[in-house]
């Protein structure tokens, strides 16, 4: 069984007890998560398309931790000028432990 929800303004593919990362929320670690916005639900044979949202679905999470990704360096520099900027960047991402699937209704 799997479902695929919309979190953060993007789509993710959800499996009971996998993990996957957001974008930050500001939760602490150990809180939990109902995230309602799920557009398909598939388990073995059938599968529940939402249109958009399936009405009365929702994923069970739990948040595990909240990490930063690898930095990204943005570099500027402008041509037979004495310009030059380095910048790094860091996103905060939150780790959520996917619980359960309730496909209601």
Not at 20 to 42: H, N, P
């Given at each position: 069984?799997?479902?695929?929800?919309?979190?953060?303004?993007?789509?993710?593919?959800v499996l009971p007890g996998?993990?996957?990362?957001?974008?930050?929320?500001?939760?602490?670690?150990?809180?939990?998560?109902?995230?309602?916005?799920?557009?398909?639900?598939?388990?073995?044979?059938?599968?529940?398309?939402?249109?958009?949202?399936?009405?009365?679905?929702?994923?069970?999470?739990?948040?595990?931790?909240?990490?930063?990704?690898?930095?990204?360096?943005?570099?500027?520099?402008?041509?037979?000028?004495?310009?030059?900027?380095?910048?790094?960047?860091?996103?905060?991402?939150?780790?959520?432990?996917?619980?359960?699937?309730?496909?209601?209704?």
């Amino acid at each position: 069984m799997y479902a695929i929800i919309e979190a953060c303004g993007k789509q993710y593919k959800v499996l009971p007890g996998k993990t996957i990362m957001v974008e930050k929320l500001s939760l602490d670690k150990g809180a939990d998560v109902t995230l309602d916005k799920v557009l398909v639900i598939t388990e073995e044979n059938t599968s529940i398309y939402g249109s958009p949202y399936i009405n009365g679905a929702k994923v069970l999470a739990s948040v595990e931790d909240t990490v930063k990704a690898p930095k990204v360096i943005v570099y500027k520099q402008r041509p037979r000028k004495v310009y030059r900027k380095r910048r790094g960047h860091r996103q905060s991402y939150t780790a959520l432990k996917i619980k359960e699937i309730v496909s209601g209704g």
